[in-house]
């Protein structure tokens, strides 16, 4: 996402980053350099700065946005880079946008928070679209502002359209995320269901290949059986044909499923299918930590041969 970024945003403009890995940073920054040297450019114009802290960064930017995995890490950011006290002026109202999934009361208290000490515009802004999308930058983010201006909303979806290819604005603070855990509650669901059906064909002597281009072409269709299909071979670029490596962790799809079902509750909403796919992959994480969570697959698999 940094990347694109940096290659979309004016050569004139200072990106400004941190991460608490200070190598992936460095990194970052060395391969913008390289980038710069190969098109034959001066390398002094397009900078890109390492922070020391989140504080620094919301200091010196228009536009912050911001991408963590848990609801703590956002909270713990948000009040880094509002505390002490008020931040400096600048030419242009500060907007931080907030592209991490997690739950709609966080969202609304970070939003409360920017906006009571009028510190700038706070927009929650998941995206949907993995590891995959973030490379090709054709993210598909969902976000809620607080105001229904045209103005904030063009000056939002400018900034995303940076990362991504769409950018549906769904209402206010709040209801970005809550659309996301809306996708990603029915992504997970999915996902089981197509682990299920692939062991089962092939149990059954299908072709795993011809079997997918079949439900491609037909009512199945799906994006785990499409483009994130877990049978080794089937999919080349998805996780599954590298040993599940990359892609969406199973420890995230089990936070963003703890969530969904927390959002549900909250809201008083039935979800008949939400402690099954709880209990599945608390488990898949358990044989298969740090694996894409389409390892499911390998996960029904050995449940198969234990069984048989």
């Known amino acids: 996402m940094a990347k694109n970024l940096r290659a979309k945003i004016p050569a004139s403009d200072t990106l400004i980053i941190r991460d608490v890995n200070e190598n992936t940073a460095k990194r970052f920054v060395e391969e913008n350099q390289e980038t710069i040297r190969n098109s034959g450019a001066k390398e002094d114009t397009s900078k890109v700065l390492i922070a020391q802290n989140a504080r620094e960064v919301a200091e010196q930017s228009t536009v912050i946005v911001t991408s963590l995995p848990e609801p703590e890490h956002v909270k713990d950011v948000f009040y880094c880079m509002l505390s002490p006290g008020e931040l400096p002026a600048l030419e242009k109202e500060r907007l931080f946008i907030d592209t991490s999934t997690i739950d709609p009361a966080s969202s609304r208290e970070i939003a409360n928070a920017i906006h009571t000490t009028r510190q700038g515009r706070f927009v929650d802004a998941p ?36 990362m991504g290819k769409k950018a549906w604005h769904m209402g206010n603070s709040g209801t970005g ?14 996902n089981i269901a197509t682990a299920e059906v692939m062991n089962l064909g092939m ?3 299908l072709d795993p290949k011809v079997l997918a281009d079949m439900i491609n072409t037909s009512t199945g269709r799906c994006w785990p059986m499409e483009i994130n ?20 962790g199973i420890s995230l799809m089990n936070k963003d499923l703890r969530l969904a079902i927390s959002a549900a509750k909250e809201s008083g909403t039935p979800l008949a299918l939400a402690d099954k796919a709880r209990g599945v992959y608390k488990a898949v994480e358990d044989e298969h930590r740090g694996k894409d969570f389409s390892v499911v697959y390998k996960w029904l698999q050995e449940q198969s041969a234990t069984q048989s």
Do not use: H, W
């Open 177 to 190: 995320v809550s659309a996301k855990l809306a996708n990603n509650y029915l992504l997970a669901i999915n």
């Open 203 to 205: 149990r059954c002597g």
């Open 229 to 248: 299909n877990p049978v080794p071979g089937v999919v080349e670029t998805a996780p599954a044909s590298r040993e599940y490596a990359g892609g969406f």
């Open 127 to 162: 995206m949907s679209g993995g590891v995959v999308g973030a490379r090709a930058g054709t993210l598909s983010f969902m976000f809620g502002a607080s105001s229904q201006t045209g103005e904030l909303i063009d000056r939002v979806q400018s900034v995303l359209m940076l």
